[in-house]
């Protein structure tokens, strides 16, 4: 069974860091696109970076850049994303997603998805 698993997230204080990882099982993520989208309360799903399986380009959405890097560990099967100089607008819960792209997008192509893990920017 394809499953993608998220951990990492946690409560940080304004500037502060997290590394938010992402896991694979029952499927090789080496194939696929992965994506990281973030949900707000009372907001729509926003992607934020997404890392291609061809040749590891990676896309961010403006809010992050800079501040985001997207990686991916093919033999652990995982992908990363490092954040920092975190802010209270980062506040979400954040998805991983895979979907059988060579070229990642930010888009709706994603096809599987994490269960979620919950990122609190707060002081």
């Known amino acids: 069974q394809l499953q993608l698993v998220e951990s990492g997230g946690g409560l940080v204080q304004p500037g502060g860091s997290l590394r938010l990882i992402c896991t694979a099982s029952?499927?090789?993520?080496?194939?696929?696109?992965i994506g990281w989208f973030r949900q707000a309360p009372g907001k729509e799903r926003e992607g934020v970076s997404c890392?291609?399986?061809?040749?590891?380009?990676?896309n961010y959405a403006d809010s992050v850049k800079g501040r985001f890097t997207v990686s991916r560990d093919n033999a652990k099967n995982t992908v990363y994303l490092q954040m920092n100089s975190l802010k209270p607008e980062d506040t979400a819960v954040y998805y991983c997603?895979?979907?059988?792209?060579?070229?990642?997008?930010?888009?709706?192509?994603?096809?599987?998805w994490g269960q979620g893990t919950q990122v609190t920017v707060s002081s």
């Open positions: 997603a895979a979907a059988g792209l060579v070229r990642c997008v930010l888009g709706d192509e994603y096809a599987h």
């Open positions: 890392i291609s399986s061809i040749d590891d380009s990676t």
């Open positions: 029952g499927f090789t993520l080496d194939y696929y696109a």
